[in-house]
Structure formats: structure tokens, C-alpha cells
């Protein structure tokens, strides 16, 4: 199959020519005919699959021919995250550079006065979150009343970030006649209620079965004794000893990706977080500086990574085995892309066993351990502990411990955030106070940790006292592979 026989115009196929593609991949192969046709369709694919474009070229083309209204854009593009947002965004740049179509990106962490006099000007394409659209709407300045593509991407994601309340609210908002592409890695039923509810007679195209890594990927599974803090060496000693180039290292917690990363940092590493609650501006700076080799690391939680598409991404860390058994696919996706070689290695407590028998199940086979003394060097257990990381990390565990209660789900523009955020001028006052009160009690019980302990001790390698960074720890398990002993 060429681009050529799926009816697509030459300035398209131009554009495609010059972004370096040859042939369609396979989701395009049969999304895009039935788009041009007209057709709604729900793809089930995964990021990687090339599904971006199997929806923005047959977009750009039914696009080309009229004209946007003021405040009533012709087209929707619904995306989980902002960083999703913005990359389909990048997309219609690479794909429309032939074509004159206007474009805005209704995402958090942006000024809503730059969005505002864009949706004025008549955009044809709009891409947006749902939440900060309907912040629009609710404020009058976007009409949805003359959409004629809506895509929801994604569409499992934002089952689980809980914004299909407001994804529902908005198809409720736009015209019946339309043409509707539902793409989603897994088909949930709340998912297949919606295809019924709001879809019109649609072609389902599947690429790949669900459950299937990447034959690219080498997977590993490192069983730890301990902790978080154990975690945190252990993972030190997987980075180490593994040949990264770039990696993500993965966090179910959005909480323990700031602590994460401190701790690496702390520890020499080059590493940066990536989390919903960042500013959108310090979000795309570090996903700018990790694209670019700048940053090594990327700590992320799934929300946060969900899709990024960073090209050879050398190793994936599952530092959190996923409490999701997709999550793992997702995950691991992120390196091995396009037939290169990758690496996923995953950390798994006894705590998280039953995830990973979850995985296990669905991969149907058990992930190898990569225990072997062969396998990774030791040069850490050899290297003198620095105690400020050590005693920054030993901080941070009580920390995030005292902060468990007021962990919230890591999502971007959620809707319960939208109404906090209404009532924030009334309870401000009570809700900043405590989590700091709490903070700085616990940072009291914690002073000692800054005692620096004896040099010798510290450059043995063994910590004995509790500022260590947790190898202490390892050895009391039989799980714990001999190379982690040392
Ligand atoms: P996606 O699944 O949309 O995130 O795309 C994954 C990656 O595949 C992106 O880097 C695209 O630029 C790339 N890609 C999409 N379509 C093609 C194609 N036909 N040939 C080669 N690369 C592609």
C-alpha cells in the first residue's frame, strides 16, 4: 500500500514526502480511506502506531475546501493531556504546510487571552483539552455549533482520568450531523457506551491486539526488598549499570516523581520530572530539553507520558510496576519504536506483586528476572554514599509519607480540579496552612538525618546509621538479586 492509492491530494502527499514517511502504517492504511469517505470510525491503536496522522491527513483534506467563522471552529480534536495536545498540534504543521488551515490548542497553563483572539480570528481546527474548553464555553467565547469532525483520542485515557463526564458534555454540544473517530488503546465498556450513544454506524480498524509488547523490546524485571528508598538504589544501580541514552522512568504517584527526581539529581544523575501539576511552560521546556539530549531522565507518571513520541528512547524504567496491566504496554512503548532496539526494566516490591501478576497474566508469559551478576556491574555499592542525598532522600520519604493522605489523582484540567479551583477565594486560607503545617513538623522530626555521619562509615559503602540510602536494606531478601549485595 502507497500514500498514493489512499486518496489523498498531492499537497498532502507532498507534505507526507517531505516529513520522510514512505509508506502508510497499517492504522492509516485503513483509517484514512474511511475518513475521506466520510465514515465515523473507531481505531483501536496505540500510540506509535502512526494513529496521529491516520486522523490529521484525511482532517487537513475534508478541511481544505471552507471557511471558519469567528468563534465557531469546523473541526475538534479532544486529547487527554496537554503535551498530547500540542504534539497533534506539531502534527497539522508537518502535515498542513501546503494548506492554509488555522489552528488553535485550547490547553491548560496557557493564557486564555492568546487562545481567545485565535478562536476571534476563526480557527479550523481546534485541539483541546476538555477542561479548558469548556472553560471556553462556559465563558462564551468558543461556538461548537458548526463542528464537523470531532476526534476524541485517546479515548481510554480519558476514561481514566475520569473526563468522560466532560467529553460527553461536550459531543452534547455539537451539531448531530458530524463525522466522529473514536481512537482508544483498549475498547472499556463505558468507552463502547459511548461509540454506541454518539457514533453513526462506525467502521471499527484495529492494528494491533491489545496486550502485545514490542518484539524490539527487552524486558527485565528486578525484584526488590524494601521500599521506596530501596527502590530508589536499586533503581540507581539499574541506570548505572545499564548503557542509557535517554530514558523515562515511570512513577504510578505524581507525588513520588518530584521525589524521584530530586533524588537522582541529589545522586549526579541528569534527570527532570514531568507531572500534571507543572506550569504548561516549565512542561514543555523539559520535554523540549529531553527531545534534544539535554536530559537524560525524564521522571513521569503515565499522565504526564502518556503518548509522548521522543524517538529512540533507549530504556524505559518502570520504577512502580503499573497498578494497570495496559499501563505496562504503554509504557514499555516508549522505546523500541520503529524497529529500534530498546529496554524495559521494571522494579517490582512485594507490595506491587499482585500488578505484576496482573501483567503477567495478560502478556502471557513471566517478564525475566535480571538478577544475574552478569548482567549489571557493580560500581555503586563500591562509591562513597553522599550524604546530603542521602540525608534529602531519607527526608523526602517522611515527607511523602505525611503527604500520602493528600495525594490527589494525577490528571490534567480535571473536572473536580475546575470546581476546587471555583471555590479556592473561600478555602484557601485552611487548605494552605495545613499541608505546610504538616511539612514542617515532619522536616522537624526528621533533623537528625542532617547529623553527617562518621567518614568511615560513610566510605565503606554500608551505611549503618538511619541518613543511609537504603542499601542497608538489601540482603535481607531472597528476592534480591546477588549483584544488588554487593
Ligand atoms: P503516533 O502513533 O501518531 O504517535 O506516531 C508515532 C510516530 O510515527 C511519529 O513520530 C510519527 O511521525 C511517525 N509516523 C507516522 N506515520 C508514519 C509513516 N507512515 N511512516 C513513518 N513514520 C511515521
Known amino acids: 500500500m502507497r500514500f498514493e492509492d489512499l486518496g489523498l491530494s498531492d499537497p498532502l502527499l507532498n507534505a507526507i514526502g517531505e516529513a520522510g514517511y514512505e509508506t502508510p502504517t497499517p492504522i492509516q492504511a485503513e483509517a484514512i480511506p474511511h475518513l475521506l469517505m466520510a465514515r465515523d470510525i473507531i481505531g483501536i491503536a496505540q500510540t506509535g502506531t502512526g494513529k496521529?496522522?491516520?486522523?490529521?491527513?484525511?482532517?487537513?483534506?475534508?478541511?481544505?475546501?471552507?471557511?471558519?467563522?469567528?468563534?465557531?471552529?469546523?473541526?475538534?480534536?479532544?486529547?487527554?493531556?496537554?503535551?498530547?495536545?500540542?504534539?497533534?498540534?506539531?502534527?497539522?504543521?508537518?502535515?498542513?504546510?501546503?494548506?492554509?488551515?488555522?489552528?488553535?490548542?485550547?490547553?491548560?497553563?496557557?493564557?486564555?487571552?492568546?487562545?481567545?483572539?485565535?478562536?476571534?480570528?476563526?480557527?479550523?481546527?481546534?485541539i483541546a483539552t476538555p477542561g479548558r474548553l469548556l472553560d471556553h464555553f462556559e465563558r462564551g467565547k468558543v461556538l461548537l455549533a458548526d463542528i464537523k469532525v470531532l476526534v476524541v483520542d485517546e479515548a481510554d485515557r480519558m476514561l481514566d482520568m475520569g473526563f468522560i463526564p466532560d467529553v460527553e458534555r461536550i459531543i452534547k454540544l455539537l451539531p448531530a450531523i458530524r463525522q466522529t473517530a473514536m481512537f482508544s488503546a483498549t475498547m472499556p465498556a463505558e468507552i463502547k457506551r459511548l461509540t454506541?450513544?454518539?457514533?453513526?454506524?462506525?467502521?471499527?480498524?484495529?492494528?494491533?491486539?491489545?496486550?502485545?509488547?514490542?518484539?524490539?523490546?527487552?524486558?527485565?524485571?528486578?525484584?526488590?526488598?524494601?521500599?521506596?528508598?530501596?527502590?530508589?538504589?536499586?533503581?540507581?544501580?539499574?541506570?548505572?549499570?545499564?548503557?542509557?541514552?535517554?530514558a523515562i522512568v515511570?512513577?504510578?504517584?505524581?507525588?513520588?516523581?518530584?521525589?524521584?527526581?530530586?533524588?537522582?539529581?541529589?545522586?549526579?544523575?541528569?534527570?527532570a520530572g514531568l507531572h500534571g501539576d507543572m506550569h504548561q511552560t516549565a512542561r514543555m521546556e523539559t520535554l523540549a530539553k529531553f527531545r534534544d539530549g539535554e536530559i537524560e531522565l525524564l521522571v513521569a507518571s503515565d499522565v504526564a507520558a502518556r503518548g509522548l513520541d521522543i524517538a529512540n528512547m533507549s530504556?524505559?524504567?518502570?520504577?512502580?510496576?503499573?497498578?494497570?496491566?495496559?499501563?505496562?504496554?504503554?509504557?514499555?512503548?516508549?522505546?523500541?519504536?520503529?524497529?529500534?532496539e530498546g529496554h524495559a526494566y521494571?522494579?517490582?516490591?512485594?507490595?506491587?506483586?499482585?500488578?505484576?501478576?496482573?501483567?503477567?497474566?495478560?502478556?502471557?508469559?513471566?517478564i525475566p528476572p535480571i538478577g544475574s551478576p552478569e548482567?549489571?556491574?557493580?560500581?555503586?555499592?563500591?562509591?562513597?554514599?553522599?550524604?546530603?542525598?542521602?540525608?534529602?532522600?531519607?527526608?523526602?520519604?517522611?515527607?511523602?509519607?505525611?503527604?500520602?493522605?493528600?495525594?490527589?489523582?494525577?490528571?490534567d484540567d480535571a473536572p473536580r480540579r475546575r470546581r476546587r479551583g471555583r471555590r479556592k477565594s473561600e478555602s484557601s486560607k485552611e487548605s494552605n496552612s495545613k499541608p505546610d503545617a504538616k511539612k514542617k513538623e515532619v522536616r522537624e522530626q526528621c533533623k537528625p538525618v542532617r547529623t553527617p555521619r562518621p567518614k568511615d562509615e560513610s566510605r565503606s559503602g554500608k551505611p549503618k546509621s538511619d541518613d543511609d540510602d537504603g542499601d542497608s536494606a538489601f540482603g535481607k531478601d531472597e528476592h534480591t538479586p546477588a549483584f544488588l549485595l554487593r
Not at 71 to 88: D, G, H, K, N
Not at 99 to 104: G, I, R
Not at 209 to 233: C, D, I, M, N
Not at 318 to 336: K, S
Request: with cysteine; aromatic share 6%.
Open 52 to 126: 496521529t496522522a491516520s486522523f490529521t491527513l484525511p482532517m487537513i483534506e475534508i478541511l481544505s475546501t471552507g471557511r471558519a467563522r469567528a468563534r465557531m471552529p469546523r473541526s475538534l480534536i479532544l486529547e487527554p493531556t496537554r503535551e498530547l495536545a500540542a504534539q497533534v498540534a506539531e502534527n497539522f504543521e508537518i502535515y498542513g504546510k501546503n494548506h492554509k488551515l488555522s489552528k488553535a490548542l485550547l490547553i491548560g497553563g496557557v493564557s486564555f487571552a492568546d487562545q481567545e483572539e485565535k478562536l476571534d480570528r476563526g480557527v479550523d481546527v481546534l
Open 196 to 246: 454506541d450513544a454518539y457514533m453513526m454506524n462506525p467502521r471499527t480498524v484495529q492494528v494491533a491486539p491489545q496486550a502485545s509488547a514490542a518484539e524490539t523490546v527487552t524486558q527485565g524485571l528486578l525484584r526488590v526488598s524494601g521500599g521506596f528508598r530501596e527502590k530508589r538504589a536499586a533503581l540507581r544501580k539499574l541506570i548505572r549499570n545499564s548503557d542509557v541514552k535517554n
Open 250 to 271: 515511570f512513577c504510578n504517584r505524581k507525588r513520588d516523581v518530584a521525589t524521584l527526581e530530586k533524588s537522582l539529581k541529589s545522586h549526579g544523575f541528569n534527570a
Open 315 to 340: 530504556h524505559v524504567f518502570n520504577f512502580d510496576v503499573p497498578m494497570h496491566a495496559e499501563d505496562y504496554i504503554h509504557r514499555i512503548g516508549r522505546t523500541g519504536r520503529a524497529g529500534k
Open 346 to 366: 521494571t522494579l517490582c516490591t512485594r507490595d506491587h506483586a499482585k500488578f505484576l501478576g496482573a501483567i503477567e497474566r495478560m502478556l502471557g508469559k513471566s
Open 375 to 411: 548482567a549489571v556491574r557493580t560500581d555503586e555499592d563500591t562509591e562513597t554514599p553522599d550524604n546530603d542525598a542521602a540525608a534529602a532522600d531519607v527526608q523526602e520519604d517522611a515527607v511523602t509519607e505525611a503527604s500520602e493522605e493528600r495525594e490527589t489523582k494525577d490528571k
